[in-house]
């Protein structure tokens, strides 16, 4: 039985057009359904607005789903009184996008990783700051800096007291939202090495958010490829990139930048490929998933369909 079984997730806002306008309905994420078994890493990427992150907020309850099912061990999270969900929220934890904005700038390092500790009322005073010196360590920080307020410290370094801050409670499953795409490139290689790491010493379940394929292909072992808050292909990440059957993904992995020194497309490991646009209005975005190979399906009205030659799908 799989840790996280999310079935048919809708969020919906209302918008106005103009002031003068009547509200309209607009789906965030609709009709989302997918599983990650316990231990695994599993991607959700897509463009901005794709509804990735919507997605990851609505399974911790920090948005409220419009309907559907979270099930977690075999629980269903959206159903959970305000107090079994404070109670649950100890084994779920979001590493947020932003290490600039998700830090409290008037609280110390320190008190903004106890501070899970202090609210689920875990241990005494002096064993939370056991508790935080070793979580410290755990992320590759000096102990010795919890004493220092978050503009204190790099972008690389904030992200790694978020990570702190997430792991304080011991959490079985961790939803990273673009964990790195804030932070300068030499140091995203750092932050995903430690995230795999922590993934392998601490045994986590991880939903790694991302719009950047080449970090989904080095850390996650299935992704599903989300576009206007419908998943249009999921499966094993090595066969969603080597032979992609949705015309959006394959957009996607055309848009992968070349490996240094190559062609295009030697990013994402298949051969050279041509830029792709992705024209929606040639393909049927209400096409519901469908098994194109074993452990692989796309959301294609039938085999091969929406496949355009040349620089457009």
Known sequence: MPLV?????????????????RPVAVRAVDDVSFTIDEGETFGLVGESGSGKTTTGRCMLRLIEPTSGEFLFRDRNVFGLTASK?????????????????SLNPRMRAGAIVEEGLIIHRIGSAAERQDRVKELFEIVGLDAAQRSRYPHEFSGGQRQRIGLARALALKPSLLVADEPVSALD???????????????????????????????VRHLCSRV??????????LGRTADVFRDPAHPYTRALLSA??????????????????????????????AAPLREVAPGHSAAIGSLGMGFHNGRSC
């Not at 079984?5 to 306008?21: G, M």
């Not at 969900?85 to 904005?101: C, G, I, L, S, T």
Request: hydrophobic share 40%; charged share 25%; aromatic share 8%.
């Open 224 to 233: 599903a490829v989300m576009y206007r808050g419908r998943i249009v292909e």
């Open 5 to 21: 079984d999310v079935r048919h997730l809708v969020k919906t806002y209302s918008r106005r057009p103009t002031p003068f306008h």
């Open 256 to 285: 992968v930048p070349p490996a240094v020194g190559g062609v295009q497309g030697e990013g994402h490991g298949g051969p050279p490929v041509e830029r792709i646009v992705f024209d929606a209005s040639g393909t049927d975005l």
């Open 85 to 101: 969900m404070r109670e649950a929220r100890r084994d779920m934890q979001m590493v947020f996008q932003d290490p600039y904005a």
């Open 185 to 215: 490139v030499s140091i995203q290689a750092q932050i995903i090495n430690l995230f795999m790491d922590l993934q392998e010493r601490l045994n986590l379940t991880l939903l790694f958010i991302a719009h950047d394929l080449r970090l």
